[in-house]
């Protein structure tokens, strides 16, 4: 599995504009046959910064998305509202998805 984190940074002026402009790249990804997930989230220390948790099954899937229309359109919407250059861990797992943390369960009582 190829997984990916990106932070983006955003103008300040533009952070309300962050997620409705990437909805239509969020959704068509999703829909990638090689997809397994795709989440964004904010930094709570940051309200300019964003972060997408992606993944996909094999390299051969993320080469894919990566020369898709819809990731073409949103790298041209995203440099319109990012601050700067975004940062990128791109490595390969093994696994294919999230599993369980052994660590921690929810208590009953």
Do not use: C
């Amino acid at each position: 599995m190829i997984f990916i984190a990106v932070r983006f940074t955003v103008r300040s002026a533009d952070r309300d504009k962050w997620l409705p402009a990437v909805e239509d790249f969020t959704l068509a990804t999703r829909q990638e046959p090689g997809n397994v997930f795709f989440d964004w989230s904010y930094s709570v220390e940051n309200p300019d910064q964003f972060v997408l948790l992606e993944a996909f099954a094999s390299a051969e899937a993320g080469a894919a998305h990566v020369k898709s229309e819809h990731f073409a359109a949103a790298m041209d919407r995203m440099a319109e509202l990012v601050a700067e250059t975004p940062e990128i861990i791109n490595v390969e797992v093994p696994g294919e998805g999230w599993s369980r943390m052994a660590e921690l369960q929810p208590r009953t009582s």
